[in-house]
């Protein structure tokens, strides 16, 4: 089945500097790629969504100079989160969309996460 | 906007019992999601749903479009099946999701 390769799983930096975190999909092309964010024991919030080749969306009250996101390819959408502060710390989560035969079943995949700590 | 509500936020079971999440939601959707997180973080689908009924191993979904309401089933539990549930209805070409239930299953 599909597989999307999320990395780093884990990263702590310093405050201000930033950091990039990858989705990959292993064996199928991701078109449209959702990043989320999960607060502990909180339910995930969509932050935006990316489609390749073109600006991401995203949703009311995220900064988008803040949580850049990249999809210049369809295998690779890149989230970066930049001058990181205390309050960035948060587990970041990314799905692909992804179609089945002839597109007419489509579902989502998740990659495994990843646990930021800005300390 | 789309409510997802999800009973019971905890659960604790013994090995063997049958296991019931309910999840409601308060707008018209064109599909529903059960999800299954890990203590790791790590996501992984277990249904989508847009009517009916769905079956995979020890794990039965249903949905009643007309009241807003989907149930996940689990089958004879096991300590395995500990994790996170997460419900999440499609609405306007977004997931919205559910708080979870944290289902603990003992030995």
């Known amino acids: 089945g599909a597989v999307v390769s999320q990395h780093p799983s884990r990263v702590i930096c310093k405050s201000g500097t930033s950091v990039k975190i990858e989705c990959r999909s292993l064996d199928f092309q991701a078109t449209t790629m959702f990043w989320y964010r999960q607060f502990p024991k909180q339910s995930l919030m969509l932050m935006a969504t990316s489609n390749e080749g073109s600006k991401a969306t995203y949703e009311q009250g995220v900064e988008k100079d803040k949580f850049l996101i990249n999809h210049a390819s369809l295998t690779l959408s890149t989230l970066t989160v930049t001058s990181a502060h205390p309050e960035d710390s948060s587990f970041y989560i990314c799905?692909?969309?992804?179609?089945?035969?002839?597109?007419?079943?489509?579902?989502?995949?998740f990659g495994s996460g990843t646990r930021l700590t800005v300390v | 906007k789309n409510e997802v509500e999800q009973s019971p936020q905890n659960l604790t079971a013994q090995e063997g019992e049958f296991i019931t999440i309910n999840c409601s939601y308060s707008v018209g959707i064109s599909a529903l999601h059960w999800l299954q997180q890990h203590p790791g973080g790590g996501i992984v689908s277990l249904f989508m749903l847009s009517s009916g009924k769905k079956k995979h191993g020890r794990l039965i979904a249903t949905i009643n479009i007309q009241e807003k309401h989907s149930s996940l089933h689990i089958t004879a539990s096991h300590p395995r099946d500990s994790a996170v549930y997460i419900c999440a209805v499609e609405y306007g070409n977004k997931l919205v999701f559910g708080a979870g239930t944290i289902l603990r299953v003992k030995s």
């Open positions: 799905s692909a969309l992804t179609h089945g035969q002839g597109g007419l079943d489509y579902g989502y995949t």
